[in-house]
């Protein structure tokens, strides 16, 4: 098992360092506008003199080099356009851990609605709580999102009086941007998990459970559930990691100082150093979450053998 | 051989069966009008091709029926109660493992394969022996089921998932599921046909063993007349969802009286000839979503009578054991000797 999970981590670190090279020389192909703020008045002569006052000019490896040096130091170098010379690791420090708690608590609320929902939707497939469910999934999955975001976000605050900008220290002001954050995840859990379950319940183990005289909800549950969920595993960190990304609206809905549409912001504006810290920040979670998904799967799962994992095919 | 007698107590009675399926509006009769009783203590087989409705019937026994399946007329009749009258999972779950168990047909998917072999027998031996009380004498009793199956090193293999056993092992494992539920009626539903064949002998092998130790009475399901013929008092022959043949096995073997009884042992491999292809039955099952008139094998059945397209043969009664339902048992039917091949079945001592 050790074994095994440094090979994989080790594995993962050198993704990473691929996708940072890979991303790094891509952008030295991006335009050198988004390095100087009056790009346009400035002569021939001053932009030379700012690119290798900037470390820009030395030969390619060598800026890779000196991008892995700073890095390990937690230097990303400053935003030229977002924050005028505000170092990056400044900017994102303020807004990471607003986009995670709020991806954390969604995705919490979702694990919590959308796990009974699946379940119980494939335990009482074909009646009316199976329907309703579809109904609710097919609902958030049609419509686009931005529709029901509104709405809840006008009937939550006029009726429940919630308060309609984000302020990290009310909690009540939280409420209504991870309900919406986790709907869409609640329908994807519940869809997924009951059509697993309903897969998992026409197995021959299933019957013979049966066979063997174990109550419904025994079966439902111990074998299962259990089961069911395994598969499952794997998609809880990629959701994360959506979620955390792809609360844009959500954000900008509330006001929330998060990271949403801050990536899209940076490319416009060709401010490459923020560019390649945003990238490297979602690579690292995105890598992260496939290697947890991978240890749950191998934790829940004994048929998959790390070890034999690694030398078969 | 045993003689009926020694098995006087009826355990199982079913009286003048049907089991309808509704499939996409029509309804499919999968078993007519059967009647059976098994004997406390015997070895039942249960003969017939696919889809003759062997499975079905048993099945119907645990109330493990698909959804669309429902017993339309009839009786099962086990300790006084009918169980074609249950209609609650509760009153099944009475019955179900602790009165009549099952070993299904492919060992390699009836074991769930996110638990421990051990959990697994423990979870019967839990539900159906409640005197077994603490842990340690659970896992005993596991142990010692594991063994009674010829699983060694039991105290190991408790540990092990069902992906690190064997096809054979892994049925033994079912086989000690159902032990560890501690039933009556042992249902073995073609509890061989994904073995290989060494494992085959082994498996029926130990099946018997087990049959005497716990005192057991096993139904059979099989296609393979070879299989059972060993091990089972009496055989049924069952086509079309109706049994067409019953008797002891040594009725069957060496006295059979239908033509389709003829024609299943005329297909048994041992019975080939080298350079000769081996025999085969002509045709396919009638279908059951028609009513059958007259002797379902009859289509089928080179030598059929005029009557056999017209009448459903009556149940004529051989011998004590012996029943067939066949017009050639009639008086005035014309004298048909079965085919050359099965008439020396007997020298071939298939029984063992």
Known sequence: MAKYLVKRVGRSLLTLALIICIVFILMRQMPIEGYFQNFDKLTDAQIQAGLKEQGLLDPLPVQLVHFFQNMFQGDFGVSHSYRVNVPVTEILKDKLPVSIRLGCLSILVAMCLGIPLGTLMARYKGRFFDKFGTLFIVFIQAVPAAVYFLFIQMYGTTLLNIPLLFNPNNWRSWVLPVISMSLGNIAYYGMWLRRYMVDESNKDYVSLAKAKGASGGRIMFRHIFRNAFVPMVQYLPSSFLNTVIGSIYVESLYSIPGMGGLLVTVIKDNDNNMVQAIVLLYATVGVIGLLLGDIMMTVLDPRISLGRKEGGR | ?352
């Open chain 2, 1 to 352: 051989m045993k003689e009926n007698d020694n098995f006087s107590k009826v355990i199982l009675s079913v009286r003048d069966l049907n089991i309808k399926f509704t499939l996409r509006g029509q309804v499919l009769h999968a078993v007519r009008n059967v009647s059976l009783d098994v004997y406390k203590g015997e070895s039942i087989a249960v003969v017939g091709e696919s889809g003759s409705g062997k499975s079905v019937l048993t099945k119907s026994f645990m109330g493990l029926l698909d959804g669309n399946g429902f017993i339309s007329s009839g009786e099962i009749l086990y300790n006084g109660k009918d169980l074609a009258k249950f209609k609650t999972e509760k009153e099944w779950q009475g019955i179900r493992g602790s009165e009549i168990a099952m070993i299904m047909q492919d060992p390699m998917t009836s074991l769930n394969p996110l638990k421990t072999i051990g959990e697994q027998i423990a979870e019967a031996v839990r539900l159906h022996q409640p005197d077994i009380k603490g842990r340690e004498a659970v896992r005993n009793k596991v142990y010692s089921y594991l063994q009674d199956v010829g699983i060694r090193d039991p105290e190991r293999r408790y540990k092990q998932y069902p992906h690190e056993f064997s096809g054979g092992m892994r049925q033994r494992v079912v086989i000690a599921i159902a032990l560890a539920c501690s039933p009556e009626i042992l249902i073995c539903d073609e509890p061989t046909t994904a073995l290989d064949v060494t494992i085959q002998a082994q498996i029926m092998g130990l099946l018997k063993e087990l049959k005497a130790k716990y005192d057991l009475t096993i139904i059979f399901i099989t296609h393979d007349l070879g299989v059972v013929a060993n091990i089972a008092d009496r055989v049924a022959v069952m086509y079309a969802g109706d049994f067409v043949e019953i008797g002891t096995a040594e009725d069957v073997f060496y006295d059979p009286r239908h033509p389709y009884t003829w024609a299943l042992l005329s297909s048994l491999p041992q019975l080939g000839q080298k350079g000769e292809e081996l025999f085969t039955i002509k045709g396919t099952p009638p279908s059951l979503y028609k009513t059958i008139e007259g002797d379902a094998f009859a289509p089928r059945n080179p030598k059929a009578l005029k009557i056999d397209f017209l009448m459903a043969p009556p149940c004529f009664e051989i011998s004590a054991t012996h029943k067939a339902k066949t017009w050639l048992l009639d008086p005035r039917a014309p004298k048909l000797e079965p085919p050359e091949g099965i008439r020396n079945l007997r020298n071939l001592e298939v029984l063992g």
